[in-house]
């Protein structure tokens, strides 16, 4: 009885463990400030002219990614919406720390960088969490290292 009883204790644990191991889910929205009115807003056509956008994710866990360049400009689907992407981590404690940086050429250099945007999130236990994270204008349309 006394080996079913430990069997049982042993078994339950590694149930209990497994959870510390399960993915969290962090789709994030991201849009272009298309208010042209303001100076952190993107002018008509601009977004459009965006080659690259660089991804990346900082904090609890980490990670990036590359959209582009695209000679035919960024896959906007609705105005200024780029869409949703999706990070995961094993992660359920800290603040992840999600940036967009938008480039007008092929390059990352930094006089080719015309917009960035930033949000931080708590890591949970949450399956899945959503976040939004808006890119503004913080350069001109001038890279001359095309």
Same mark, same amino acid.
């Given at each position: 009885m006394r080996a079913a009883r430990l069997l049982f204790g042993l078994? *339950?644990? @590694?149930?209990?463990?497994?959870?510390?191991?399960?993915f969290h889910y962090y789709d994030v929205t991201v849009a272009f400030n298309g208010d042209s009115t303001q100076a952190n807003g993107f002018k008509v056509g601009e977004i459009g002219n965006i080659q690259v956008c660089v991804m990346s994710v900082s904090g609890a866990d980490s990670g990036s990614f590359r959209?582009?360049?695209? +000679?035919?400009? *960024?896959?906007?689907?609705?105005? +200024? *919406?780029?869409?949703?992407?999706?990070?995961?981590?094993?992660?359920?404690?800290?603040t992840l720390n999600f940036k967009v940086e938008a480039y007008d050429a092929s390059n990352t250099t930094?006089?080719?960088?015309?917009?960035?945007?930033?949000? +931080?999130?708590? @890591?949970?236990?949450?399956?899945?969490?959503? @976040?939004? *994270?808006?890119?503004?204008?913080?350069?001109?349309?001038?890279?001359?290292n095309m």
């Open positions: 078994a *339950l644990a @590694a149930v209990g463990a497994a959870g510390c191991h399960d959209i582009g360049p695209n +000679s035919q400009g *960024l896959p906007v689907t609705s105005g +200024s *919406l780029i869409g949703t992407f999706e990070f995961s981590t094993f992660e359920d404690s800290g930094p006089d080719c960088k015309v917009g960035e945007g930033t949000t +931080s999130v708590m @890591a949970t236990a949450t399956t899945t969490n959503t @976040a939004m *994270l808006t890119v503004n204008r913080t350069g001109n349309f001038t890279c001359t």
